[in-house]
């Protein structure tokens, strides 16, 4: 069983920046992506980011490129999110999610989720 740990979320002005940081641990696994997704208050869950453990590519949505930066540290099995110009309709729970299984093509394990609040 995977455990996946976020800290970083809080409170920001708009324009201003934060950056998650999400830990994998429990037992032995391989990791093959990590993402970040999030789910504002009565909206459905969104993709935000993602990596590929081994490719090393990334992927983002456009409401987010060019402002956040997803990353990773293999040796931590911990990925990032560099949250920068935030914005007002950043505001989320923002989760991290684990695949370890490549066969299935969703992801395996969520986290705990984030609170991030940008006021205007």
């Known amino acids: 069983q995977v455990q996946l740990v976020e800290s970083g979320g809080g409170l920001v002005q708009a324009g201003g920046s934060l950056k998650l940081s999400c830990a994998a641990s429990?037992?032995?696994?391989?990791?093959?992506?990590m993402g970040w997704f999030r789910q504002a208050p009565g909206k459905a869950r969104e993709f935000v980011a993602a990596?590929?453990?081994?490719?090393?590519?990334?992927d983002y949505a456009d409401s987010v490129k060019g402002r956040f930066r997803i990353s990773k540290d293999n040796a931590k099995n911990t990925v990032y999110l560099q949250m920068n110009s935030l914005k007002p309709e950043d505001t989320a729970v923002y989760y991290c999610?684990?695949?370890?299984?490549?066969?299935?093509?969703?992801?395996?394990?969520w986290g705990q989720g984030t609170q991030v609040t940008v006021s205007s």
């Open positions: 429990g037992g032995t696994f391989t990791l093959f992506a």
């Open positions: 990596i590929n453990w081994i490719e090393r590519t990334t």
């Open positions: 999610a684990a695949k370890v299984d490549i066969t299935r093509s969703d992801y395996d394990y």
